[in-house]
């Protein structure tokens, strides 16, 4: 079954990217992926994606969808930029969203350092056995180290809708200070 991109026949499937409903008529793209909960060997599943959070989680995916069809994609050019972006850059699409560390628990995926309470934090995805699978965290401030782009910020706010103007500007200045660097009252001095 290779991928598709289409129009949404019905308004039923829920994006596999950011979980709200595709739009009957809605550009849509299905990503084939193994169904190893089917008694069938080589069973595959279609999970449904908004063509940007395709772009954005499954970026091989997307680009197969889009050779040789002919929906016509609004976008299609920056699409097309963003999806090669997470091809060039392979742990880009494992980025969640971000949020407030509720506790001091969890260590940072890429400096090991624990991610103190209330910092900014990014919440990653791994895939595996056809799905996504929560797989920790890193700093904001490592983020730009861990997906080796600092381009990040429309990628986290799409995820992640809920954060207000406020939150948006303490994210971007955490995921532009650099690598983590324990100091007083949570301040970066650019180490
Ligand atoms: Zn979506
Ligand atoms: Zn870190």
């Known amino acids: 079954m290779p991928h598709v991109i289409e129009r949404a ?13 595709i739009a009957k008529d809605a550009v849509r793209v299905g990503d084939a992926v193994p169904n190893l909960f089917a008694d069938k060997e080589g069973a ?11 772009a954005y989680r499954r970026p091989e995916s997307f680009l ?18 963003l999806a090669a972006d997470g091809v060039a850059h ?9 949020e ?36 920790g965290f890193v700093h904001a401030t490592c983020a730009a ?9 429309d990628r986290v706010r799409h995820f992640t809708p809920a954060l207000t103007d406020a939150d948006v500007e303490t994210l971007a200045r955490d995921l532009a ?11 970066s001095d650019g180490r």
Do not use: N
């Open 177 to 187: 200070a650099g690598p983590y660097a324990p100091t007083a009252a949570g301040e």
């Open 100 to 135: 407030r560390a509720p506790t001091a628990r969890a260590a940072c995926r890429a400096c090991r350092v624990a991610i103190p309470k209330d910092a900014w934090r990014i919440a990653l995805l791994f895939w595996q056995d056809g799905r996504f699978a929560p797989a």
């Open 9 to 21: 026949t019905t308004g039923r499937a829920k994006c596999r990217g950011c979980g709200s409903a």
């Open 64 to 81: 197969q969808a889009l050779e040789g069809s002919d929906v016509e994609l609004p976008d299609r050019e920056a699409l097309v930029a």
């Open 145 to 153: 180290t861990y997906f080796e782009t600092a381009d990040l910020l």
């Open 90 to 98: 392979h742990r880009l699409p494992r980025l969640d969203r971000a």
């Open 44 to 54: 595959e599943a279609m999970h449904w994606y908004h063509p940007l959070c395709a």
